[in-house]
């Protein structure tokens, strides 16, 4: 296990340096000179020259890139072009609310798919099985912005069961209060795409020979679905897992910016409405980097989970 983390391990460095080469070029060459930008259309060229030396863009090239792989290495991009405020502090402050939301709502989705797909998987070919994946297809055919808009005026507004929108100081209250809503509507949205996904990896294995042998030998359907094909179908289901865990902190967006929640989503909206450089950067390399921390402990898993993958 050692040797392979080893090599994992090695082998992110060049995949990291892509990335910060590519975020340089994009924002460097691509994004143009921030420093009009800041200024605005009335100021004048030595307001300009004053707001590139302020930035450090006025550097070679070379220069700026050293800066930046100083700054991803430190995790330190300076302060937000915008308030002022730290990067690093921006970002350790919206991340508590986001996971407040997206651990419950990744946890329900998880357990709800498999116990659906597992259920579906009894009687799988059936008119059951067929109703269900209509049904699926159906609710994976709405727009995330209708669930918001009917939820929120249905049960917030109308009913009164949750707020419309907000968010307190303490994580009990978030909990309890302001999180179960958008997490509800997490679920309404994602639930329908996973149960298929998962349905897909419960059926694969419910079709191999060694299921086969299992109920020849006599043993309960429910036993050969929740032991056999379950441990099995944990592998693929991990990975999915373990790879749209990054995405999620950004993918959340429109939640947390229709709910009023001061979470990293709806911090790059902000940030790019501002033009706030800095920040983007930062959350684009810190996406990078827990995909790549995700994909290792992804494979860890699968070597802990799967029988067939030998040690060392």
């Not at 100021?43 to 300009?48: H, Q, R, W």
């Not at 049960?155 to 999180?179: I, M, T």
Request: proline letters at 5%; hydrophobic letters at 55%; glycine letters at 8%.
């Amino acid at each position: 296990m050692l040797p392979f983390l080893l090599r994992r391990l090695w082998q992110m460095l060049p995949t990291m340096l892509g990335v910060v080469l590519l975020v340089f070029v994009l924002f460097n060459w691509v994004g143009g000179d921030p420093a009009y930008v800041l200024a605005g259309k009335m100021s004048s060229l030595d307001a300009i020259a004053g707001i590139r030396r302020q930035l450090g863009v006025d550097e070679p090239y070379h220069v700026q890139l050293l800066i930046f792989a100083k700054q991803v290495v430190t995790f330190d991009f300076g302060q937000s072009w915008a308030t002022g405020e730290s990067v690093g502090h921006i970002i350790s402050s919206r991340l508590g609310p986001s996971l407040t939301v997206l651990v419950p709502l990744t946890i329900l989705e998880t357990l709800i798919g498999i116990a659906l797909a597992l259920a579906v998987g009894f009687v799988r070919g059936s008119l059951t099985d067929r109703a269900v994946m209509v049904a699926c297809t159906a609710a994976m055919s709405v727009s995330i912005l209708v669930y918001i808009i009917a939820f929120q005026y249905g049960l917030a507004y109308r009913l009164g069961l949750f707020p419309v929108q907000g968010w307190g100081d303490s994580l009990g209250e978030n909990l309890l209060r302001y999180a179960p809503l958008p997490v509800l509507i997490g679920l309404a949205v994602s639930v329908a795409p996973t149960l298929r996904l998962y349905r897909s990896f419960v059926l694969d294995e419910a079709n191999q020979d060694y299921v086969r042998t299992a109920r020849a030998k006599g043993l309960p359907e429910r036993r050969v679905m929740w032991v056999h094909v379950l441990r099995n179908a944990a592998i693929p289901i991990i990975t999915h897992v373990m790879a749209s865990l990054p995405a999620l902190l950004i993918g959340a967006f429109l939640l947390e910016r229709f709910f009023g929640i001061p979470g990293i989503g709806r911090e790059v909206i902000l940030a790019v409405e501002r033009s706030d450089f800095p920040v983007i950067k930062a959350i684009t390399v810190y996406v990078a980097f827990a995909t790549m921390v995700f994909n290792l402990l992804t494979d860890l898993l699968y070597r802990a989970v799967d029988p067939r993958v030998q040690p060392g």
